[in-house]
């Protein structure tokens, strides 16, 4: 995917560490009197660094009536910690922003939740400083929380005016009947409203410590230098036994088609395909984008041609979420008002036969090559790669970062026109409908 | 990153060199402004879709697989009358990207059976946009604020659907003959090649140009405050763009420290803007505030604006609270330590901007397509670190008046209308 780095020591003078492994200019260290990991790649002569600190917690580890508590939680972390309280100042984190401007921010995603500030080199220490302290000494009460609950309610009604979103999260809902990714990471309205700060504590106590959190450190510092701070900010904070456990939940299988319907006042209506694809980064979840790339991706696909050229639809979108586990990978047709739900419906499963091994053969090659040049662009920056890492972190092997590329190459057509068929198979499928009225 | 900028005759340049950059980038912007109507608007929209609808020996199919090949994406859009157009290549590919952006600039073909297309998915897209709720209440806002002579006011869904089948072939086709005469704003960024290999195709395209056509900007002559609401029933949260118009070019004396003190207000992005801190943080009625200077360039002045989103049961109480946040800053202004805060913050923003080559091509860009070469720009910023707090306080106070602005929301109001009235002047 990117250049042979050059040759870089991974050699830490710091006892503190262990080095786990070393993977091109990318190497993994474990803090021994806690578990936290360090994940350290070095971009000298830029001046900036981000640090960022995934937690192995996110909506599915949300029981049912506190759904959102982990995306909720995540907001908490820009209240004071008691060590705030202390000093008589506002949040930590909040402070540093407003002092100095760093890049922050967070946000929460099925399988983690991710904080992440970019910044001078020179403000490294209050960076790494701010994150020990929040990681386990953030003050929840009712002071801080309830107008941070309006703020999450404000944000859900933002994305619950989208039709694609009211769609998505009645999707999920109906095509998982066990396993937590069905329900959006925002959660469902009504528990937002109601769960306490003793359930968002409970939560926090569990899951925020040092082993069940990767803090990458990508930028313009040495590494002994970043190492001896991390140790130093760190080595304090105590591990939790049980946090590691997390429960393997198979889904039952599918036996039909399922439906799901919402009917809202307005003007649009939206088709939607949603289908069962295997976990981030397994080849079938490449096989399964790449799938969608030439069913709808460009000017060129097959669906923007026939139903979007053609004036029956408006637009044609997809979306995939790169999740550890099985999810659903949607496929959404806003219907111009020229055709009906029904007439689309019948249309795309047509159009899916198009997809042949003669049309894959002509055009796998070059959706494989588009899609490698976007994961070149898309590393950018520190801020930018930080990103990508935490979506591998998040899957438990930050190393298969490097194995895209490989990964693609070795798509065949038989795997394509054979993960079409499983897509659109009744075993896999949730239709979805967005009526106006 | 080393960056140098120039005006030339034909067009201005600017070259971010980033040494060993894997990646190479092309930002082309030309105004096209000549008058402001529907079916200008709509032109311009056609034009950028069938720009990119087949070249040279190319079909549309052909040239977008062409540019799948390589990994290379070409991207022609439009906004306030300015055409745009973008591409992104791998660094090794760098040469036979350039040869598809140059055959796709010098020999489209604008075929009928194309025009039909577009024409047939334009009307699609605009009757889905009757829902975008936000950009319905900037248009309104700059509707309240501009004469409709101006680049800056705009046009609803359906009055765009209304003059859709009034563009004609010919119409785009001399869209680009203008175009191609018109002067150019180009950036490239990426390694020492590929900046070469920009420069050089480039001039084999630009071979003559005319001098751009002056563009007026005419603000309304508001006296009091004003309300405009627009309905969109399907939406959760009523969007709001509150604001108001300000004489000032990118060069007007108080300028930088207008732009300063707004940032205190609601600096765009991020939590430091004290709209962030007092309606979002201590009040928990929105989950974003942020306020910015828009549409102003060297040569044409534009308009300040919030932008945020309340619940409708809130919506009261979060107009009132961001107006009395208005009131405060632009009747008190800013404190001593929001003037040294600020300054840091704004020095910090723009370091971490060279960690990006996009970025930084995108801010390079869009500064001297609004006149400002490198050189000028960094003026600009050096102002923001030299401004008294008396500078900046009198700048707000004669450019920010919260007795004189518009409020303009859109989404469900209907049942909230009365109480959205009563902030009208």
Redesign the interface.
């Known amino acids: 995917m ?2 042979k780095p050059k040759t870089v020591s991974t050699q830490s003078k710091s006892k503190q560490f262990k080095l786990i492994k070393t993977v091109e200019d990318i190497s993994e260290y474990v803090l021994k009197s806690n578990g936290l990991r360090v994940l350290y790649k070095h971009i000298p002569g ?3 660094i ?1 640090t960022n600190l995934t937690y192995l917690v996110g909506a599915r580890d949300e029981a049912p009536g506190e759904t959102g508590v982990a995306h909720m939680l995540e907001h908490m972390l ?1 209240k004071p910690t008691k060590q705030d309280l202390v000093n008589k100042h506002d949040s930590g984190a ?1 402070k540093f ?9 967070a946000n929460t995603w099925k399988d983690r939740t991710t904080y992440y500030f ?3 080199v020179q403000h490294f220490t209050r960076a790494l400083t701010i994150e020990a302290e929040r990681m386990r000494d953030v003050v929840i009460n009712d002071k801080e929380f ?10 859900f ?2 994305y ?2 989208d ?1 694609h979103f009211a769609l998505s999260v009645d999707l999920c809902a109906t095509a998982f009947h066990s396993h937590p990714y069905g329900h959006e990471t925002i959660g469902f309205r009504n528990d937002i409203a109601s769960y306490t700060t003793e359930k968002l504590q409970r939560f926090y106590n569990h899951y925020y410590r040092p082993n069940n959190a990767t803090l990458m450190i990508i ?1 313009d510092i040495e590494l002994n230098t970043a190492l001896t701070e991390v140790g130093r900010i760190f080595e304090h904070l105590e591990s939790e036994p049980g946090v590691e456990i997390r429960p393997v939940i198979d889904e039952p299988t599918q036996e039909g088609t399922r439906r799901v319907e919402i009917v ?5 209506n939206i088709l939607a395909f949603a289908m069962k694809h295997p976990g981030f980064p397994s080849a079938g979840w490449f096989e399964t984008m790449l799938v969608l790339k030439l069913l709808a991706d ?3 696909s097959i669906l923007q ?1 026939k139903l ?4 029956l ?3 044609v979108t997809v979306s995939q979420e790169q999740t550890k586990d099985e999810n659903i990978a949607t496929l959404f047709i ?1 219907l ?2 020229k055709t009906t739900h029904a007439k689309i419906e019948t249309l795309v499963r047509d159009l899916v036969s198009t997809l042949t091994p003669e049309y894959i053969k002509k ?1 796998l ?3 494989i ?2 899609t ?3 994961e ?2 898309n590393r ?5 790669i930080a990103a990508e890492l935490t979506e591998y972190v998040a899957t438990g092997d930050w190393a298969k970062y490097f194995e895209t590329e490989k990964t693609l190459k070795a798509v065949t057509i038989k795997h394509i026109h054979e993960r079409a068929k499983q897509l659109f198979a009744d075993t896999s499928l949730t239709i979805g409908v967005y009526k ?1 009225k | 990153m080393n960056i140098t900028t120039t005006k030339e005759s034909l067009f201005a340049l600017a070259l971010i060199e980033k040494e060993g950059a894997e990646t190479a980038y092309i930002n082309i912007s030309v105004d096209c402004f000549a008058e402001n109507t529907a079916k200008q608007t709509v032109l311009f929209v056609l034009y950028s879709d069938l720009l990119q609808s087949g070249a040279g020996s190319y079909t549309r199919d052909e040239f977008q697989r062409a540019c799948d090949e390589l990994g290379t994406n070409i991207c022609v859009t439009t906004a306030d009358s300015l055409m745009n157009v973008t591409l992104a290549s791998l660094a090794t590919k760098i040469t036979p990207s350039l040869k598809l952006l140059e055959v796709m600039l010098t020999k489209p073909t604008f075929k009928p059976a194309e025009f039909k297309r577009a024409v047939l998915t334009l009307k699609n897209a605009l009757e889905q946009s009757r829902e975008n709720a936000r950009g319905i209440a900037q248009t309104l806002l700059k509707n309240a604020l501009f004469e409709k002579m101006s680049r800056q006011y705009g046009f609803l869904p359906d009055e765009l659907l209304a003059v859709v089948d009034t563009v004609t072939l010919a119409d785009i086709k001399n869209l680009h003959r203008e175009l191609l005469l018109a002067y150019w704003t180009v950036s490239v960024g990426g390694a020492k090649k590929s900046l070469t290999a920009g420069t050089k195709m480039l001039n084999s395209v630009k071979n003559s140009s005319i001098s751009p056509v002056p563009v007026y900007t005419k603000a309304k002559t508001n006296t009091r405050r004003t309300v405009v609401l627009h309905e969109v029933k399907s939406k959760q949260n009523i969007e709001l763009s509150i604001g108001g118009s300000i004489p000032l070019t990118l060069q007007t004396p108080d300028s930088a420290a207008f732009s300063f003190g707004l940032a205190v207000l609601g600096k765009w992005g991020g939590f430091s803007g004290r709209l962030m801190s007092t309606v979002r943080e201590k009040e928990g009625l929105t989950y974003g505030i942020y306020a910015k200077t828009e549409g102003i360039t060297v040569s044409e002045t534009g308009y300040w604006r919030i932008m945020t989103f309340f619940a409708p049961k809130d919506v009261a109480k979060g107009i009132t609270s961001t107006l009395r946040e208005v009131t405060a800053i632009a009747e008190k202004g800013i404190t001593d330590s929001e003037l040294l805060r600020f300054k840091t913050i704004l020095k910090t923003s723009e370091a971490l901007m060279f960690d990006s080559l996009t970025r930084t091509v995108n801010l390079v860009h869009g500064n001297l397509a609004a006149g400002l070469t490198w050189d000028e720009y960094q003026a600009f910023r050096k102002q923001f670190q030299a401004l008294t707090k008396k500078e900046v306080n009198l700048a707000l106070k004669n450019h920010l008046d919260p007795k004189n602005l518009v409020i303009s929301a859109a989404g469900p109001v209907v049942n909230v209308k009365g109480d959205l009235q009563k902030f009208a002047g």
């Open positions: 990117s250049k830029t001046g900036v981000t820009f909040m922003e407003r002092e100095v401007g760093v890049v922050l921010n970019s910044y001078d309830q107008p941070e609950r309006t703020n999450v309610l404000s944000e009604d933002m619950n005016g039709p930028g809202r006042p307005g003007t649009t460009g000017p060129e041609k979007v050229d053609t004036g639809a408006a637009s806003t111009s008002s055009n090659k070059n959706a090559t588009k490698i040049s976007e070149i662009y950018d920056s520190s801020l930018d106006s």
